[in-house]
T-cell receptor
Framework: AQSVTQLDSQVPVFEEAPVELRCNYS??????LFWYVQYPNQGLQLLLK??????LVKGINGFEAEFNKSQTSFHLRKPSVHISDTAEYFC????????????FGIGTKLQVIP | DADVTQTPRNRITKTGKRIMLECSQT?????MYWYRQDPGLGLRLIYY???????NKGEISDGYSVSRQAQAKFSLSLESAIPNQTALYFC????????????FGSGTRLTVV
């Protein structure tokens, strides 16, 4: 079985400050990792993904994440946040073969303070 | 038009009523999923379908049923709605040949009173 832990339910940060949203996963097999963003009253949008290759993954809107296999982590970072980044962010994991079932974390609400 | 369309966007229904949520997609994906989102619980899988004849229960299927009418259509039914089924419901799709994550619909906000 696979699982995802998002360590912070809410993260307040001032505008133009850096942010890190933490994610740890558990799986006995190779994984794919994802970050999704959900803006208010909208569906989930794929922010970035790790499938294989370089462990540093760049996504949309200036976000990036680093896959750390030894620490089973996939933390999301942005060097300078904007008001428009206020949203809920979900980390997710799936096995790297076959099934494609994705398990989601409980989400982290990022609140950017002017 | 959106790649994954869910109808209705919002619905209020009474306890005991039968309700259907619909999902259609133009992505050409073969796999479709229904999730529900609750505050503090993230997204939980209700049902998933790998093709028209392959439907499987997810982790919280009790009280729900689904129908895959065509490759592009996947509907979720609540046979007898109860208040703890009040939630935001999402349909998602993926492609078995090239998996790059899910494509989500905009969601249906369901309130059972």
């Amino acid at each position: 079985a696979q699982s995802v832990t998002q360590l912070d339910s809410q993260v307040p940060v001032f505008e133009e400050a850096p942010v890190e949203l933490r994610c740890n996963y558990s799986s006995s097999v190779s994984v794919y990792l994802f970050w999704y963003v959900q803006y208010p009253n909208q569906g989930l949008q794929l922010l970035l993904k790790y499938l294989s290759g370089s462990t540093l993954v760049k996504g949309i809107n200036g976000f990036e994440a680093e896959f750390n296999k030894s620490q089973t982590s996939f933390h999301l970072r942005k060097p300078s946040v904007h008001i428009s980044d206020t949203a809920e962010y979900f980390c997710a994991v799936s096995h790297s073969g076959g099934y494609q079932k994705v398990t989601f974390g409980i989400g982290t609400k990022l609140q950017v303070i002017p | 038009d959106a790649d994954v369309t869910q109808t209705p966007r919002n619905r209020i229904t009474k306890t005991g009523k039968r309700i259907m949520l619909e999902c259609s997609q133009t992505k050409g994906h073969d796999r479709m999923y229904w999730y529900r989102q609750d505050p503090g619980l993230g997204l939980r899988l209700i049902y998933y379908s790998f093709d028209v004849k392959d439907i499987n229960k997810g982790e919280i299927s009790d009280g729900y049923s689904v129908s895959r009418q065509a490759q592009a259509k996947f509907s979720l039914s609540l046979e007898s709605a109860i208040p703890n089924q009040t939630a935001l419901y999402f349909c998602a799709t993926s492609d078995s040949d090239s998996f790059y994550g899910y494509t989500f619909g905009s969601g249906t906000r369901l309130t059972v009173v």
